[in-house]
């Protein structure tokens, strides 16, 4: 065990002249390379035609099996982050994003035996759940190491490190689909040798950013930083403990914010091709719609920097009125700019509706640690991410079904989103409110003032 | 902001750690701009 006490929290307290503008560096090593599974749908293709190569044969895979990778894999970054949040918080950011790098590796290396082999219970098991314990683990790992590096500008900091899981998809499509060019043959599709590489080369990234990464000396604060001397009433400067948090309303008032933010936005990020087709028939293209799709990535990415910075600067729950007023207005605006056929307008309002979807992402972590103080706010996150979870399913369950069941019914496929537009605009007045009810975290859930409370009676018994 | 840190921290390992991370985002950042530009085509 003692080989591996370079991992210890002890060992990654940072020396005098450590510069805390190494650590987002760290951070995006291992975003960078989780994010890839935002890209992992470029496979599902060449995978249903494994054996027939040129087209699906008897024996191949079909698509809905494979998404069900995805789908684990989402559910086990959800439950991960949950289970081992407080593992993760209590063993500091080394030993989490080394943990992950090598779950992250291991998923690809079973993945691609499981390719090799023809079994798809070897990829569910590989890339779905161990992969998917490695994104819950390096998602939260290094979200408290950066709020506790930069206490003035807590926001920017965590947005930085989750802008990166935006942008590893922006790295993994390209890569995975050259990769995939360069192993494969007219006799065999080269997934296998493709999971191998991107096994390989994240774990070196990765393991990097594990080399890195440092939490500062206890009292550290940046020069010249002094916290601020009005207390404001929805930051505190108490800290909650981790299954307290989830005793308080805060906690499931911010996670409802989350998810119906959440939902409103990934249910079009994944029908934006189609619906943008479809209701504007004629004028975007099957091209120009995978144009759009990009563009979205990109504001989805972006979007994640600029709103947890701004948020700094507004406050996180001015943050997220903004996402629910601006959102609501544009949701409403989407079906008009359908029926006067501007695309410019509907493009616009979809970027930016898409970028406070990454936004609500990125601002999170601040939010928490406004309301529950620094010393588990990893591991609290851990704990919401469930919210995203739940939207993963909400969102394009309500977005398909809602527009299969009006082309049904004879709507017109141009209009058949526009009650799904209205349905999302509806969810982010649930989302005003929910925001509009949070208060600051009662006192009897402050660890210090439990902790005294408890040292309380012995005292009077001494 | 400035820290004392900072001062102590070489350039050159700052800007390695940056680089590190920033080259393939940008690579992949423009891969993806190249393919959003179809829309306006």
């Not at chain 1, 206490?151 to 590893?168: L, N, Q």
């Not at chain 1, 060019?181 to 994240?202: C, N, P, Q, R």
């Amino acid at each position: 065990m003692s080989m591996l006490s370079f991992l210890d929290r002890s060992h990654t307290v940072a020396k005098p002249g450590f510069s805390r503008w190494m650590v987002p560096p760290a951070a995006l090593c291992v975003h960078l390379c989780i994010g890839q599974a935002y890209a992992f749908s470029v496979f599902n293709l060449p995978m249903t035609k494994l054996l027939g190569i040129t087209q699906s044969a008897p024996g191949d895979w079909n698509l809905p099996q494979l998404g069900w990778i995805f789908s684990i894999a989402m559910f086990f970054l959800g439950t991960s982050s949950a289970v081992f949040g407080r593992w993760v918080e209590e063993g500091g950011p080394r030993r989490a994003m080394f943990t992950a790098a090598l779950c992250w590796a291991g998923g690809f290396f079973i993945s691609a035996i499981g390719v090799y082999v023809h079994n798809l219970w070897l990829i569910y098991g590989g890339y779905g759940v161990l992969g998917g314990i490695a994104l819950g683990i390096g998602y939260i790992s290094p979200v408290s190491t950066l709020i506790k590096w930069f206490p003035d500008r807590p926001g920017m900091a965590t947005g930085m490190a989750i802008m990166g899981f935006g942008g590893g998809a922006f790295i993994a499509s390209p890569l995975s689909v050259g990769l995939m060019d360069k192993f494969s043959t007219s006799t065999h599709i080269g997934v296998a040798e493709t999971f191998i590489v991107l096994g390989a080369v994240y774990f070196c990234f990765m393991m990097v950013g594990s080399a890195i990464v440092r939490v500062p000396p206890p009292d550290w604060k940046p020069i010249g930083y002094v916290a601020p001397v009005k207390t404001h009433k929805l930051i505190t400067r108490n800290d909650v403990f981790v299954y307290d948090a989830l005793k308080t309303p805060q906690f499931w008032l911010i996670w409802m914010v989350l998810c119906l933010n959440v939902t409103a936005g990934i249910g079009v990020l994944g029908q934006a091709s189609a619906m943008s087709q479809e209701m504007f028939p004629g004028q975007i293209s099957v091209t120009a719609a995978a144009g759009f799709v990009g563009l979205m990535s990109l504001f989805n990415m972006g979007g994640r920097f600029f709103w947890a910075s701004t948020s700094d600067y507004i406050g996180r729950r001015n943050t997220y009125f903004v996402f629910m007023v601006l959102g609501f207005a544009l949701y409403c605006t989407v079906p008009y700019t359908g029926s006067i056929g501007s695309v410019a307008l509907f493009v616009c309002a979809f970027l930016i509706i898409i970028s406070m979807y990454g936004g609500g992402f990125a601002t999170v972590p601040a939010y928490l640690k406004d309301m529950f103080g620094t010393r588990y706010v990893g591991a609290i996150h851990g704990l919401l991410l469930t919210a995203w979870s739940t939207a993963g399913i909400l969102g394009p369950v309500l977005v398909n079904y809602i527009r299969e069941y009006n082309v049904t019914h004879g709507v017109p496929k141009a209009q058949a989103y526009n009650v799904t537009m209205y349905i999302m605009a509806g969810l982010l007045v649930v989302g005003f409110i929910c925001n509009l009810m949070v208060k600051p975290v009662d006192a009897r859930f402050h660890m210090r003032e439990r902790e005294d409370e408890n040292l309380a009676p012995a005292k009077a018994a001494a | 902001m400035t820290t004392a840190n900072q001062q102590g921290t070489p350039a050159w390992q700052l800007a390695l750690a940056w680089l590190f991370v920033g080259i393939p985002l940008t690579w992949g950042v423009l891969q993806t701009l190249s393919n959003a530009m179809k829309l306006f085509h």
